[in-house]
């Protein structure tokens, strides 16, 4: 049953993380596109990008780190963001443009605080939920 939780939050982790994430940048560039549609353009673009450079299968191998020490995970999940992020960056740089460049450091620290933020959450929701199963158990 432990395992289903960790998998539900998990996956709960991740679907705040996309929207907050494509949230963000679209917030970032929304002087020169508007902010709905700087949003909505953010909210797919991004998520599918971390797809594509495998940001999800490293966080879900992160969860290892959950189970052995669990105060370290939300660290991990945001140094995971981290390195992914300067990976895609380096990738897109020749192509990107003078604004999109200068976005770079904004949304990699906000997005490394987004992060800390949803994995932090996280793992207190599980501590909280199991401190009451163990609780229950108890009586």
């Known amino acids: 049953m432990q395992a289903v939780k960790q998998v539900v939050m998990w996956l709960t982790e991740i679907a705040s993380e996309a929207i907050l994430l494509g949230c963000f940048p679209g917030a970032l ?3 020169q596109n508007g902010v709905l549609n700087g949003v909505i353009g953010s909210v797919l673009a991004v998520p599918v990008l971390l797809f594509l450079h495998f940001y999800y299968l490293t966080r879900a191998l992160a969860v290892a780190v959950r189970i052995i020490r669990p105060p370290l995970y939300p660290l991990t999940a945001a140094t995971l963001f981290v390195i992914h992020m300067h990976v895609v960056f380096v990738r897109l740089k020749s192509n990107m443009t003078s604004m999109g460049k200068a976005k770079e450091l904004p949304f990699v620290a906000g997005g490394a605080c987004i992060v800390f933020a949803c994995a932090f959450g996280g793992n207190r929701l599980l501590r909280k939920r199991a401190e ?8």
Do not use: H, M, R
């Open 132 to 139: 009451a199963s163990s609780e229950q158990s108890d009586l």
């Open 29 to 31: 560039v929304s002087s």
